[in-house]
């Protein structure tokens, strides 16, 4: 079936040094969404990506989608305690209703 | 608006007994779906429901029964619970079937033992 790999699994960093995890996908995807997930919480949506190559900003957050659509990245500048929480990407392949999870990047900030 | 609503929000059962996990929308949205998350897994998708009446399997749907006898009503049922059935289960609700985000709820944590 399909699958979406995420890397890292774990990621801590210092507040204000940046972060990227990376999705990739075995096949070509029709979208992937991003998600957050603050401990303790649920998975909140964060942005879509849909056109090949398309980049989007919200903020200290860049996410990417690769020309392929095989592959995303989400960047976060200068991380902040605010940005302590689990990132997933979620992607379907083309035609399919079901949205597949990464495992996702947990990531911790040391004020 | 309520969004999704779970119940219950905790859980613990033993091994063999039987359950319902409720869960509820108020935005009209006709997909529903039920993932299960655990520790480095990510969230697995159970099963999953494209309006009233319809319901398909996901990743993991073994030990598992859904029914989706309206829009706003999804329960996920435990037939006969295990050990390997703790987990958090979310249930989530969108709009269309690929292009809208998902609606979590906050989630069921239940404990098997």
């Known amino acids: 079936g399909q699958q979406v790999m995420q890397i890292p699994q774990y990621q801590h960093v210092q507040e204000g040094e940046d972060f990227t995890t990376y999705c990739n996908s075995s096949t070509t995807l029709s979208n992937i969404q991003w998600y957050k997930q603050r401990p303790g919480g649920h998975p909140v949506f964060l942005i879509q990506?849909?056109?090949?190559?398309e980049v989007k900003k919200q903020k200290r957050l860049t996410f990417q989608f690769g020309e392929a659509k095989k592959n995303s990245s989400l960047h976060i500048t200068a991380t902040q305690t605010t940005d302590v929480g689990t990132y997933f990407c979620a992607g379907r392949q083309g035609g399919s209703e079901k949205l597949v999870f990464g495992k996702g990047t947990k990531l911790t900030v040391n004020p | 608006n309520a969004g999704v609503t779970q119940t219950p929000k905790f859980q613990v059962l033993k091994t063999g007994q039987s359950m319902t996990l409720q869960c509820a929308q108020d935005?009209?949205?006709?997909?529903m779906s039920w993932y299960r998350q655990d520790p480095g897994m990510g969230l697995r998708l159970i099963h999953y429901s494209v309006g009233a009446g319809i319901t398909d399997q996901g990743e993991v749907p073994n030990g598992y029964n859904v029914s989706r006898s309206t829009t706003e009503d999804f329960p996920l049922r435990l037939l006969s619970a295990a050990p390997s059935q703790t987990s958090v289960y979310f249930c989530?609700?969108?709009?269309?079937?690929?292009?809208?985000?998902?609606?979590f709820g906050n989630g069921t944590r239940l404990t098997v033992t």
């Open positions: 935005m009209n949205h006709e997909y």
């Open positions: 989530a609700s969108t709009e269309d079937r690929v292009y809208s985000p998902l609606h």
């Open positions: 990506l849909v056109k090949s190559g």
